[in-house]
């Protein structure tokens, strides 16, 4: 069983703050696209288009953020949680990005 | 002074003698320094940066920006500068709500306070003056009590920023709190008002003064920029953004979720209770409004009301992430009702909400380490924090002990390592093993460890202005220098911080130049905050603060997290030697060829 845990606004649109995947060992990539057929208002919620996730979209796999990891590509297995947050605080300070860069 | 926008007028107020004069800004300081906390450690500095900060020579020092009280967007804020009576550093604690604007639009950018007055005293603000007046019938009552009283006296419109029993008892961590329950709330600003005898500075005006820009047309572009920027982020957009949405606690679950939630008393990184405590339980069980402050659409306070238990029908603002996490997780408290009960007898009696909850949580475990002696205070233990709070802000008992703040209260059991403190001052609702930005930023914070001097949680959590691991301490002093930087800016402005999470340097000197009427570019705007930022130091410096204490708790080097955060602790000497060089600092000295580049000294 995998966990997908669902924060703030994205919860409306599932009705829940969780659902279950039966799925023994994948990637978050396919996890989210099974998770979209069951609630197709996620998929302008966590992607601007396929296989783009939405900027300042957070998707964790047991708490790391999976842009850290293997990006959709990374594999979860049974008893994994993956946690979606959406924009929940952000913005674009253009200025700050550049000096940073 | 020639510049447009502040109302060059600053009031000095001796309450020893009961004297009041009055003086334009010097225009080369508020060209170097802006204003409020920039301009405010200024006067702190020229007043003289080794006093005690419990005697009278200490100024205490409210201060507006140049864009405060103005149409721009989230311009409603003030600066209460001072030297802390809880670190001994430079601090700067500043309040959202109407106080700020209304100050401005009675005529003011600044009110400095020295000297003691004999007796309980308030000082009355409307259309450029200031008046001392007697405040002894107010004297030991509460802040709600206390802005009642004036409100009935002097009728609306009315602000009125006062201090409760813990300022007047000088409990170290006492805050000035203002009619909205808006928190002056770190540093000890209400202990430095109570020692001075000075209850409260209460300011008649409306918004029939508020200054706008000469030059309109210029002003209108660059207004609606900075406004669509709020308005289309989806952060702060009104009533869709998640700040707006769920205030500031709906941090509570993503930084629960990368194991950066410090429990009990940061034994342990990640809190099982965090979603009954979080922003969106909140909204669901116990949201009755949203307030705002002067002129921001993103109302991000949460009013709530509690229905059942022990505190049913009380009525409070404002649920905030960080109390939540001091008083919630780290007390192992998974109840929100009893935070909205503590939050509140916060805001009445006036004290930090993070540092008590610091400050309790050290005492259980001190409890449950058998440090201390008698019965103690137990995780969990709700009722007994209630009970700590009440005899906190009056010095009795167990209180008196604890009002010292969390770093003093555990020299004083023996064990000065279960306070998770820097500076003396304790740490915020991000554990630094989980979130290494937050690791440099408390150990270098100007005014003990803070969140809120550079936010690099934006950038380790949120990918803003760029995701970084949060994990990982290579890159994170040069990245907390551009957000310290860049928050002593709008901090000096002074502009809502939550304007950060839209806004950007180049929409800050956009404003700035048309209110001020002086060309600054993206780049001056982060110099004048890297000036601000090392002033700061440079008090600091002048009172014998430098590398050695620019550390952390051990517990932070030594004890791995829990969670996603499993095996990691800070690597503090790294992390410092990194953002020792890219401030070109000296073992955390400001050398004097930085002050000179920095115009700081001639």
Same mark, same amino acid.
């Given at each position: %069983?995998?966990?997908?845990?669902?924060?703030?606004?994205?919860?409306?649109?599932?009705?829940?703050?969780?659902? %279950?995947?039966?799925? =023994?060992?994948?990637?978050?990539?396919?996890?989210?696209?099974?998770?979209?057929?069951?609630?197709?208002?996620?998929?302008?919620?966590?992607?601007?288009?396929?296989?783009?996730?939405?900027?300042?979209?957070?998707? %964790?796999?047991?708490?790391?953020?999976?842009?850290?990891?293997?990006?959709?590509?990374? %594999?979860?297995?049974? =008893?994994?949680?993956?946690?979606?947050?959406?924009?929940?605080?952000?913005?674009?300070?253009?200025?700050?990005? =550049?000096?940073?860069? | 002074?020639?510049?447009?926008?502040?109302?060059?007028?600053?009031?000095?107020?001796?309450?020893?003698?009961?004297?009041?004069?009055?003086?334009?800004?010097?225009?080369?300081?508020?060209?170097?320094?802006?204003?409020?906390?920039?301009?405010?450690?200024?006067?702190?500095?020229?007043?003289?940066?080794?006093?005690?900060?419990?005697?009278?020579?200490?100024?205490?020092?409210?201060?507006?920006?140049?864009?405060?009280?103005?149409?721009?967007?989230?311009?409603?804020?003030?600066?209460?500068?001072?030297?802390?009576?809880?670190?001994?550093?430079?601090?700067?604690?500043?309040?959202?709500?109407?106080?700020?604007?209304?100050?401005?639009?009675?005529?003011?950018?600044?009110?400095?306070?020295?000297?003691?007055?004999?007796?309980?005293?308030?000082?009355?603000?409307?259309?450029?003056? &200031?008046?001392?007046?007697?405040?002894?019938?107010?004297?030991?009552?509460?802040?709600?009590?206390?802005?009642?009283?004036?409100?009935?006296?002097?009728?609306?419109?009315?602000?009125?920023?006062?201090?409760?029993?813990?300022?007047?008892?000088?409990?170290?961590?006492?805050?000035?709190?203002?009619?909205?329950?808006?928190?002056?709330?770190?540093?000890?600003?209400?202990?430095?008002?109570?020692?001075?005898?000075?209850?409260?500075?209460?300011?008649?005006?409306?918004?029939?003064?508020?200054?706008?820009?000469?030059?309109?047309?210029?002003?209108?572009?660059?207004?609606?920029?900075?406004?669509?920027?709020?308005?289309?982020?989806?952060?702060?957009?009104?009533?869709?953004?998640?700040?707006?949405?769920?205030?500031?606690?709906?941090?509570?679950?993503? &930084?629960?979720?990368?194991?950066?939630?410090?429990?009990?008393?940061?034994?342990?990184?990640?809190?099982?209770?965090?979603?009954?405590?979080?922003?969106?339980?909140?909204?669901?069980?116990?949201?009755?409004?949203?307030?705002?402050?002067?002129?921001?659409?993103?109302?991000?306070?949460?009013?709530?009301?509690?229905?059942?238990?022990?505190?049913?029908?009380?009525?409070?603002?404002?649920?905030?992430?960080?109390?939540?996490?001091?008083?919630?997780?780290?007390?192992?408290?998974?109840?929100?009702?009893?935070?909205?009960?503590?939050?509140?007898?916060?805001?009445?009696?006036?004290?930090?909400?993070?540092?008590?909850?610091?400050?309790?949580?050290?005492?259980?475990?001190?409890?449950?380490?058998?440090?201390?002696?008698?019965?103690?205070?137990?995780?969990?233990?709700?009722?007994?924090?209630?009970?700590?709070?009440?005899?906190?802000?009056?010095?009795?008992?167990?209180?008196?002990?604890?009002?010292?703040?969390?770093?003093?209260?555990?020299?004083?059991?023996?064990?000065?390592?279960?306070?998770?403190?820097?500076?003396?001052?304790?740490?915020?609702?991000?554990?630094?093993?989980?979130?290494?930005?937050?690791?440099?930023?408390?150990?270098?914070?100007?005014?003990?460890?803070?969140?809120?001097?550079?936010?690099?949680?934006?950038?380790?959590?949120?990918?803003?202005?760029?995701?970084?691991?949060?994990?990982?301490?290579?890159?994170?002093?040069?990245?907390?220098?551009?957000?310290?930087?860049?928050?002593?800016?709008?901090?000096?402005?002074?502009?809502?911080?939550?304007?950060?999470?839209?806004?950007?340097?180049?929409?800050?000197?956009?404003?700035?130049?048309?209110?001020?009427?002086?060309?600054?570019?993206?780049?001056?705007?982060?110099?004048?905050?890297?000036?601000?930022?090392?002033?700061?130091?440079?008090?600091?410096?002048?009172?014998?603060?430098?590398?050695?204490?620019?550390?952390?708790?051990?517990?932070?080097?030594?004890?791995?997290?829990?969670?996603?955060?499993?095996?990691?602790?800070?690597?503090?000497?790294?992390?410092?030697?990194?953002?020792?060089?890219?401030?070109?600092?000296?073992?955390?000295?400001?050398?004097?060829?930085?002050?000179?580049?920095?115009?700081?000294?001639?």
């Amino acid at each position: %069983m995998i966990e997908v845990k669902l924060y703030a606004t994205l919860r409306s649109l599932v009705g829940s703050k969780s659902v %279950m995947f039966q799925n =023994n060992a994948d990637t978050v990539g396919v996890v989210l696209e099974e998770l979209i057929q069951k609630f197709p208002d996620l998929d302008g919620a966590i992607f601007t288009e396929p296989d783009v996730v939405r900027p300042f979209v957070a998707i %964790m796999v047991n708490g790391r953020d999976i842009r850290h990891l293997n990006g959709l590509e990374t %594999m979860i297995h049974s =008893n994994d949680t993956v946690d979606i947050f959406p924009p929940i605080a952000g913005g674009s300070a253009p200025c700050t990005r =550049n000096r940073f860069a | 002074m020639e510049l447009g926008g502040y109302a060059n007028r600053v009031a000095r107020i001796d309450l020893t003698s009961g004297n009041v004069s009055y003086e334009e800004i010097n225009e080369k300081d508020a060209r170097l320094y802006i204003g409020a906390r920039g301009l405010g450690v200024k006067y702190l500095l020229d007043n003289g940066p080794t006093v005690d900060p419990d005697g009278p020579d200490n100024m205490l020092a409210f201060m507006n920006g140049p864009l405060t009280g103005s149409e721009a967007t989230m311009s409603g804020r003030l600066a209460v500068v001072t030297k802390s009576p809880l670190t001994g550093t430079i601090t700067d604690s500043h309040m959202g709500g109407w106080s700020a604007a209304r100050l401005r639009w009675a005529g003011f950018d600044a009110l400095l306070f020295n000297g003691r007055s004999e007796t309980p005293v308030y000082a009355y603000i409307t259309d450029g003056k &200031v008046e001392l007046r007697p405040a002894d019938d107010i004297w030991g009552r509460g802040v709600h009590e206390t802005v009642s009283h004036f409100q009935e006296r002097y009728g609306d419109p009315l602000s009125v920023m006062a201090i409760g029993q813990a300022g007047e008892n000088q409990v170290r961590f006492a805050s000035i709190i203002n009619e909205d329950d808006r928190a002056a709330g770190r540093g000890g600003t209400g202990a430095v008002a109570g020692g001075k005898n000075l209850k409260a500075v209460v300011v008649k005006a409306d918004d029939s003064t508020m200054p706008k820009a000469a030059d309109r047309d210029a002003w209108r572009p660059v207004h609606q920029r900075a406004l669509k920027t709020i308005l289309d982020s989806e952060v702060t957009a009104p009533r869709t953004g998640g700040l707006s949405v769920y205030g500031t606690n709906v941090l509570m679950n993503p &930084v629960n979720a990368v194991g950066g939630i410090g429990t009990r008393n940061s034994q342990e990184t990640q809190f099982m209770g965090a979603e009954k405590i979080s922003g969106e339980t909140v909204r669901e069980d116990l949201l009755v409004g949203d307030p705002t402050c002067h002129a921001c659409p993103v109302a991000c306070k949460i009013e709530v009301e509690i229905k059942d238990g022990p505190y049913a029908g009380l009525h409070m603002e404002s649920l905030e992430y960080e109390p939540a996490w001091s008083l919630g997780a780290n007390c192992d408290n998974d109840d929100p009702r009893v935070l909205a009960k503590i939050i509140d007898q916060c805001n009445d009696y006036g004290m930090d909400a993070i540092e008590i909850g610091n400050v309790i949580s050290m005492y259980m475990e001190a409890t449950q380490k058998e440090f201390v002696s008698g019965g103690g205070i137990a995780w969990g233990d709700t009722e007994a924090m209630v009970e700590a709070a009440d005899q906190i802000a009056m010095r009795e008992g167990l209180g008196d002990l604890l009002a010292e703040g969390t770093a003093k209260a555990a020299e004083q059991i023996g064990h000065p390592e279960i306070a998770m403190a820097v500076k003396g001052q304790a740490v915020a609702a991000y554990d630094p093993r989980a979130l290494k930005g937050e690791a440099i930023g408390y150990a270098t914070s100007n005014r003990g460890a803070c969140h809120l001097r550079g936010y690099t949680p934006a950038s380790e959590l949120l990918g803003i202005p760029v995701k970084t691991d949060p994990l990982e301490w290579k890159g994170k002093g040069e990245l907390l220098k551009i957000f310290q930087d860049l928050h002593a800016f709008s901090d000096s402005l002074d502009l809502c911080k939550f304007s950060a999470f839209a806004e950007g340097a180049e929409e800050y000197a956009a404003q700035y130049e048309v209110l001020v009427g002086v060309p600054i570019t993206a780049d001056d705007v982060m110099i004048a905050g890297e000036r601000v930022y090392n002033l700061e130091r440079y008090f600091n410096n002048l009172n014998g603060f430098d590398g050695k204490d620019d550390t952390l708790p051990s517990r932070y080097l030594e004890e791995p997290g829990t969670g996603p955060a499993s095996g990691s602790v800070v690597e503090l000497d790294e992390m410092k030697s990194e953002y020792y060089a890219a401030r070109g600092w000296e073992d955390g000295v400001v050398p004097e060829s930085k002050l000179r580049e920095l115009q700081i000294i001639d």
